[in-house]
């Protein structure tokens, strides 16, 4: 009898940690959350929602002269891995995004709708979302269709967009104020998403984060490559000093003169972000590393945007509607909003613009 209630009392405990390891989907069970991250999601998600339309537009650009790269016509996500139970049920609550891997926005063409949950990606299932979400990176990357299966069974074959490169990134809702520029993408912070985008605003964006990697990439690439040669320099030398001690003796006196030109050069870089931050409503002074060199060059981003959106037939007068409503709400921590030199331009390149795209420029953007 003894033994008999052992062998029970173990296939009990056996039952209770399976029921553990069952995963838990999270829902909104009404918790008071901060209305402040609240307001931050949403913001997130209507920028998704604005932005992936615009992103699938790009594509009819057909540049066969911009470096290239793959992006899909729809976004998901996920709170796979979230430790923290007050975010969870916040994107539960915004956006409607738990554990499995969800659509949040999603183009007409896709064949998808907000809410779909992806359960497998070209053959690949994974109870770890996170895992799904990188197979759905790496099957978007390969550039060839593959077939999504949804959670209800309905499967769906995907085309990756060819655009130019320069991935769209929002900041993420938990460091909302992030902005950061490079040739492979650009993080703008969720202020340019505060108020409703038209479309044609929505477009102004895609089109001049691709603009930025266009016509800044080799800068920005030159700026890494040297920086990267300092840095392995610097490696090659320390590896060098420990031959004997009037070698590290040299060497540290060589590493002081070093250290001094660097500070005399980060000198000269504040003074140059804080005149661009005099003549720039958008403080870019807090730029820094590729960032601060990628800011050098968006006037020319603003030049590839204009060009593009009348050849997409779209109002090119957007950037300017884009900077009007920002500088409006007094939002200056982003790249849309124009310093003067760059305000200027932009007025002459809608002058030099026929009589009928600039009459379209002046009509209010659509939605």
Known sequence: MKRMNTVVLAALLASLLAGCGTARLTV???????????????????????????????????????????????????????????????????????????????????????????????????????????????????????????????????APLRVCRGHVVLASPFRPQVQNYHWRYAVHPLEVFQRPLT???????????????????????????????????????????????????????AAAGGSSAGQAAAAQLAGQAGSMAARSAADRATLSGISRVAAGVFDRADAWAFRNMVKLGMNPRAGLTLHEKLLGQGLYGNAFVLDDERLAAMRVLTEELPEAPRAAAASPGRR
Request: hydrophobic residues 40%.
């Open 28 to 158: 909104d069970d009404g918790r008071q959350l901060d209305p402040y991250l609240l307001s931050e999601m949403r913001t997130y998600g209507a920028g998704a929602r604005a932005v992936r339309p615009a992103i699938v537009r790009s594509a009819a650009l057909h540049d066969k002269g911009c470096s290239h790269q793959y992006e899909l016509p729809f976004e998901a996500m996920t709170s796979y891995g979230l430790a923290n139970e007050d975010q969870k049920v916040a994107w539960a609550r915004t956006l409607g995004v738990n554990e499995r891997l969800s659509v949040i926005a999603a183009d007409r063409s896709s064949g998808l709708a907000r809410g779909d949950v992806i359960a497998q990606v070209d053959g690949y299932r994974s109870r770890n979302s996170l895992k799904l979400l990188q197979a759905l990176r790496d099957a978007r990357d390969q550039g060839n269709p593959f077939r999504l299966v949804l959670a209800g069974g309905r499967a769906v074959t995907v």
């Open 199 to 253: 479309g044609d605003e929505a477009q102004w964006i895609v089109l001049w984060t691709q603009g930025l990697s266009e016509r800044g990439g080799t800068r920005m690439k030159t700026y890494a490559f040297m920086m990267g040669g300092l840095k392995w320099a610097t490696v090659f030398a320390l590896g060098a000093t420990a031959s004997s001690a009037a070698a590290s003796s040299r060497s540290a006196s």
